[in-house]
């Protein structure tokens, strides 16, 4: 018998405000990498929902509270598809739309601090396509945005 794949997952969250996005910029250019941009989030914890690994993670890398509106749609990595690029972990990562709470909007760095992220920035909408956001999600972001389905059913 095959044994079970073991896939990381991840959430990350579009926190939408007055026609801007937040996203969290990264330089690691030293190691090799590239200057780059994602949106907050992180691996959801075995036993954790994703709307609640959403939450916690945004809280986490930026002091913002959040709650989720609805999932968006799903990036997949499978390492034999990729050459391995992004390491020998098969990964899902789960985009949810998320809104702001408490009405603070200003974000804090994470503790520990991440040593490759550099910075927080509100982007229009309009120009997610032109910057470097890992993965390419930008197009996505912008279409999900325009359709109000939330595709993650949570009830069995």
Do not use: C
């Not at 789960?94 to 909007?105: K, Q, S, V, W, Y």
């Not at 390419?136 to 912008?142: D, K, S, T």
């Amino acid at each position: 018998m095959t044994a079970l794949p073991n896939i990381s997952v991840s959430v990350k969250a579009a926190i939408v405000h007055e026609g801007k996005i937040l996203l969290l910029s990264y330089d690691n250019r030293s190691s090799g990498g590239s200057f780059h941009y994602n949106l907050p989030g992180g691996k959801a914890r075995e036993g954790e929902s994703l709307r609640d690994a959403v939450s916690r993670k945004v809280r986490e890398e930026t002091g913002l509270e959040v709650r989720t509106v609805r999932e968006m749609f799903v990036v997949e990595y499978v390492p034999g598809e990729y050459g391995r690029n992004l390491g020998p972990q098969h990964k899902t990562q789960h985009n949810f739309l998320a809104e702001i709470t408490d009405g603070r909007t200003e974000p804090r760095m994470s503790e520990p601090a991440d040593p490759m992220q550099v910075g927080f920035e509100w982007v229009w909408l309009e120009e997610i396509t032109t910057l470097h956001i890992l993965p390419r999600v930008g197009q996505h972001i912008l279409n999900a945005l325009k359709d109000d389905r939330d595709v993650l059913v949570d009830r069995w």
